[in-house]
């Protein structure tokens, strides 16, 4: 059976929920039977970990915001993804593990590697088989950002050492990623992810 699960996956301001959202309801227009999910969140433990890790009460120290995502996805992974990958639906994701790798592997400093270890411990196989990457200058994201949070307000610096860290992940997983400029109009950033998804589903 071929396994549908597609992450959109970006600097923060990139535009990945708008855009997710946008090619899912496309694709449900072409009769694919789709559910959408976020990350951190999509479960009742997953969102009450979200209001942890986003919220700009607290410090979170690095290994314990690594573990809090791993976390809420390994949740959100056995109670929601994999059973409906499992019963055939495809699944189009607002993020997934690879913005663990990216930020708490790669700006963080924990190590890719490291953390997709930790990740992989929790997640049984439920991994994305594609990953549309909205590639966008940091600056102009941050400048986009609306809605602050613990993370996307923790400065330039962190969202660039994201951005060279996706374009690692993209590079060493070639088959896996869809890159995408994130600069173009919203409706050619649309069409250009629909058309990539499609054709590999
Ligand atoms: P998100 O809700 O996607 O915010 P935005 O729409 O602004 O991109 O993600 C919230 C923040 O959490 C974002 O700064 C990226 C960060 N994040 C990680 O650092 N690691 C992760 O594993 C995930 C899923 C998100």
Do not use: H
């Not at 855009?19 to 899912?24: D, H, P, Q």
């Not at 869809?178 to 629909?194: G, I, K, P, R, Y």
Request: aromatic share 6%; hydrophobic share 50%; no cysteine.
């Amino acid at each position: 059976m071929t396994r549908r699960y597609a992450a959109f996956e970006g600097v923060d301001g990139a535009g990945k929920t708008t855009v997710a959202a946008r090619v899912a309801e496309r694709l449900a227009g072409r009769g694919f039977d789709i559910l959408t999910v976020r990350e951190p969140g999509g479960t009742p433990t997953g969102e009450a970990i979200r209001r942890i890790l986003l919220g700009l009460g607290g410090d979170v120290a690095d290994w314990a915001e690594a573990l809090l995502f791993a976390a809420a996805r390994s949740q959100l992974a056995s109670e929601v993804v994999g059973p409906a990958l499992a019963a055939g639906r495809a699944v189009v994701s607002d993020r997934s593990v690879y913005s663990s790798l990216a930020y708490q592997g790669g700006a963080r400093g924990l190590g890719i590697e490291t953390v997709r270890m930790v990740n992989e411990a929790g997640l049984g196989g439920v991994w994305p088989e594609t990953v549309v990457l909205l590639r966008l200058d940091p600056e102009r994201g941050l400048a986009r950002e609306d809605g602050a949070d613990r993370i996307s307000t923790a400065g330039l610096g962190l969202q660039v050492r994201v951005a060279e860290a996706y374009d690692r992940l993209a590079a060493a997983e070639a088959e896996r990623f869809v890159v995408v400029d994130a600069s173009a109009s919203f409706d050619a950033v649309v069409a250009a992810a629909e058309a990539e998804v499609l054709r590999r589903w």
